[in-house]
C-alpha cells in the first residue's frame, strides 16, 4: 500500500508514545503492585511526570502547557493505564478538573489553575456526584446562595476522585433543587477554604492509589469570582465537560486492555501443559485474537472520539459516549479472558490481570455508566432522524 495511503498517528505521536512507555516502564510499572496493595497516593511518581513535562501535555502552549490537544494526552492515559490505571487518573482527574475552566472560566482562572497543574503543582477535581444523584445529575442537593460578596455553599459530593489530594475543585451546586438542571450553578472551590472537609477514604475494588472521598461543604464562603461562567450554566458545563472527558475513560479502558492482552500473550507463550506450549493450543489461540480485535476497534473508536474533541465535531457527544462505552465493555471482557488463560496463576496477586480486571470494572461506571451512554447514543441518533 502506498505509504500517504497509511491509517496511523502522525510520527511525532508516535515518538511521545515510545517516551512516555519507557518511562511507564522503567518508573511506574515497578510499583503498580505496590500501589494496589498500599492503596497509597504515590506523589513522587507525579513529580515524576512533572520532571519529564508530561503533566503539561494536551494543555495550550499560552498557560505554559505543550499543546498537543486531547490526541496527545489521550496517548498518555492509555500509556500510563497500561501499567497502572490507578496512577493514571492523577493526569486524568487534573484534566477532568480543567475542562470547566477551558469552556467557561475567566482568563485569571486558566493562568493561575492551569498553570499550576501544567508545572505538576496543582491538581484539581470534579465534584458531581452525590448520595442521591448519580445518573440523574440534575437532582443534586447542594445548595448555594448569594451572601454579599461570596456565594455559601452547603452539601456533600461522594465518590470525588482525588479528593483530599487535589487543592481544587469544580462543583456543581444548586439554588433551588426543585428547578433541576435549570439551578445548577458550577464554582471553584479550594481545598483550604473555610467550610471544606473531606470525608472517609472509600476502600475501593480497583484504581487503588487514587484517593476517592467525600467533598463535604459545611457554608463553604466562595468569593464571587469563583464562579465558573454566569450563575444557571453549570449543568451546561457539566455536560459538555463530560464529552471530552469521556473519551479519557476510553483511552484508560483502552490501556488496560492492552497491558492485560500484553501479559496474558506473554504467559501463553512460556506456559507449557500437555507436552507444549499453551499458546499453540487453537482454545487460546482464538481467545488472544478476540482480545486483539476489540482492542484495534477499541482503539479506532477513542482516536476517532479524541480527534473529534480536538475539532470540536458537532457529533462530539455521539462519538464520546460510543468510545467510552464500547473500550469499557471490551476492557472488561479482555481482562476476564486474560484472567483464563493464566488459569490459577490468573486469580493470584503475584500476576497483574487480575488487578486489571478490577480496574476495567470501574471504567464502565465513571463518567456515565455504560446503560447512560447508550441512552445518549440512542438520543444521538433519533435526534439525527428528526433533524
Not at 5 to 19: C, D, G, K, N, T
Not at 96 to 112: F, I, V, Y
Not at 318 to 325: D, G, R
Not at 347 to 352: D, G, I, K, L
Amino acid at each position: 500500500m502506498d505509504d500517504e495511503r497509511r491509517f496511523e498517528l502522525p510520527e511525532e505521536l508516535e515518538e511521545f508514545r515510545s517516551i512516555v512507555r519507557q518511562i511507564a516502564e522503567e518508573k511506574i510499572a515497578p510499583r503498580a503492585a505496590e500501589i494496589d496493595e498500599t492503596d497509597e497516593w504515590p506523589e513522587d511518581l507525579y513529580q515524576v511526570l512533572a520532571d519529564n513535562e508530561l503533566t503539561g501535555v494536551g494543555y495550550p502552549e499560552e498557560y505554559g502547557g505543550s499543546g498537543g490537544g486531547h490526541l496527545a494526552f489521550g496517548v498518555l492515559m492509555e500509556e500510563l493505564s497500561r501499567v497502572s490505571a490507578g496512577f493514571a487518573l492523577a493526569p486524568g482527574v487534573a484534566k477532568l478538573g480543567s475542562t470547566p475552566l477551558m469552556l467557561a472560566g475567566t482568563e485569571g482562572q486558566r493562568r493561575e489553575l492551569i498553570g499550576g497543574i501544567v508545572r505538576g503543582e496543582v491538581l484539581m477535581s470534579y465534584a458531581l456526584t452525590e448520595p442521591g444523584a448519580g445518573s440523574d445529575a440534575a437532582s443534586l442537593t447542594t445548595r448555594y446562595a448569594r451572601d454579599g460578596d461570596a456565594f455559601v455553599l452547603t452539601g456533600t459530593k461522594r465518590f470525588i476522585t482525588g479528593a483530599g489530594v487535589s487543592q481544587a475543585y469544580i462543583v456543581f451546586a444548586t439554588k433551588d433543587p426543585s428547578l433541576r438542571a435549570k439551578g445548577i450553578s458550577a464554582f471553584l472551590v479550594m481545598k483550604d477554604d473555610p467550610g471544606v472537609s473531606f470525608g472517609r477514604k472509600e476502600e475501593k475494588m480497583g484504581i487503588r492509589g487514587s484517593p476517592t472521598r467525600e467533598v463535604i461543604l459545611e457554608d463553604a464562603r466562595i468569593p464571587v469570582d469563583r464562579i465558573i461562567g454566569e450563575e444557571e450554566e453549570g449543568f451546561g458545563i457539566a455536560m459538555r465537560t463530560l464529552d471530552y472527558s469521556r473519551p479519557l475513560i476510553g483511552c484508560q479502558a483502552l490501556g488496560i486492555a492492552q497491558g492485560a492482552h500484553d501479559a496474558s500473550a506473554r504467559y501463553a507463550v512460556e506456559r507449557q501443559q500437555f507436552g507444549q506450549r499453551i499458546a499453540d493450543f487453537e482454545a487460546i489461540q482464538f481467545m488472544l485474537a478476540d482480545m486483539a480485535m476489540k482492542i484495534e476497534a477499541s482503539r479506532m473508536l477513542v482516536y476517532r472520539a479524541l480527534a473529534a474533541c480536538d475539532a470540536d465535531d458537532p457529533r462530539m457527544t455521539y462519538h464520546s459516549a460510543v468510545a467510552k462505552c464500547f473500550a469499557s465493555d471490551a476492557a472488561m471482557e479482555i481482562t476476564i479472558d486474560a484472567v483464563q488463560i493464566l488459569g490459577g496463576y490468573g486469580y493470584v496477586r503475584e500476576y497483574p490481570v487480575e488487578r486489571m480486571m478490577r480496574d476495567a470494572k470501574i471504567t464502565q461506571i465513571y463518567e456515565g455508566t455504560n446503560q447512560i451512554q447508550r441512552v445518549v447514543i440512542a438520543r444521538q441518533i433519533l435526534r439525527a432522524l428528526d433533524a
